[in-house]
């Protein structure tokens, strides 16, 4: 019998995981490296965790032939950094003994939505970006992931922003004193808001390290402080417009459907968490809502399986 092999990446903002695994989901090899979005930590590093990958993987495994390698990757986000992504993989399938048939380019987002469910699923993330997809006998929605600087409200990045700019408004006598001075003070070991401004502008900031300030926020939520409280509210609408406005646009109609929530924010926030389902259950008493209890990773692999057999099919 013939071995078929699959390769899924998943390349977030803050880690890229890579597995190789026969079609009947035996895992070979796996590695965890940083980054890969080039938008937040340029082309030449990403190059480097590809073909890093790659090289590690070779170390362990004969020179395989992968059916099918997915790439699903954030900031592949427009046509332009398809291609960039795409030259990236390339010169990075070159430098490996690796052989490769089908190649799938995706925003990670949406290759885990497809992984999912085939066509009648929607997928709300909210980690350090926030982004939503939606998929409808074939047709298919997303809003927002529109990166840092321009969106991903709702995200651990967002939030982290502000809860950095309600900390240094507070120290200006702006707004009023939070709870979540002291808490973000004490987490990252820094005396003072001057520390914490260095902290925040030194050499090696990522934007990683501003969405890990949203993990104070439930905590802040429950020792009722007010401003932490309107941040955790803000991201509520947040999330649930996004939501809302990806099923509009596929055209749901509250028939028999399932929304699932991943990411850090959804999964690390009961109060954000609650919130969202319960609107969103409101809205559409339909909508079936589960946490993604498996990683994302689980989800990518699963694209590939499915265009592995949509190719074996066509045989």
Not at 73 to 98: H, N, Y
Not at 163 to 192: C, M, P, W, Y
């Amino acid at each position: 019998m013939t071995n078929h092999y699959i390769l899924a990446v998943d390349g977030g903002a803050t880690k890229t995981i890579m597995t190789i695994r026969t079609t009947d989901g035996r895992e070979l090899f796996s590695a965890t490296s940083t980054s890969s979005n080039y938008q937040a930590v340029g082309i030449e590093h990403v190059q480097h965790v590809f073909t890093g990958l790659l090289r590690s993987a070779a170390a362990h495994l004969p020179s395989l032939h992968f059916d099918v390698a997915v790439f699903a990757i954030a900031g592949v986000d427009t046509l332009q950094d398809e291609k960039i992504v795409g030259d990236i993989i390339q010169q990075s399938i070159a430098r490996s003994p690796f052989t490769f048939g089908h190649i799938i380019l995706e925003n990670d987002a949406e290759a885990t939505a497809k992984g999912l469910g085939k066509n009648n699923v929607s997928l709300l993330i909210s980690g350090t970006g926030a982004i939503c997809y939606s998929l409808i006998d074939d047709k298919m929605s997303r809003t927002g992931g529109w990166g840092h600087r321009i969106g991903d409200e709702g995200s651990g990045y967002w939030i982290g922003k502000q809860i950095a700019k309600a900390i240094f408004r507070a120290a200006d006598g702006r707004n009023e004193s939070t709870a979540l001075t002291k808490l973000i003070l004490q987490g990252h070991q820094v005396n003072s808001t001057d520390e914490l401004y260095n902290y925040i502008y030194s050499s090696d900031y990522t934007n990683s390290r501003l969405a890990h300030f949203g993990s104070f926020l439930q905590k802040a939520v429950e020792q009722q402080d007010a401003i932490a409280q309107k941040i955790a509210q803000d991201a509520v609408q947040e999330l649930i417009q996004l939501t809302i406005t990806s099923l509009k646009n596929v055209g749901y109609r509250n028939e028999a459907h399932t929304l699932f929530f991943n990411g850090g924010v959804l999964k690390h926030n009961p109060f954000i968490l609650e919130a969202v389902t319960q609107a969103i259950q409101q809205i559409y008493p339909a909508m079936k809502i589960e946490l993604c209890a498996d990683k994302p990773l689980e989800a990518i692999f699963q694209r590939g399986l499915h265009a592995f057999e949509h190719i074996q099919f066509n045989y």
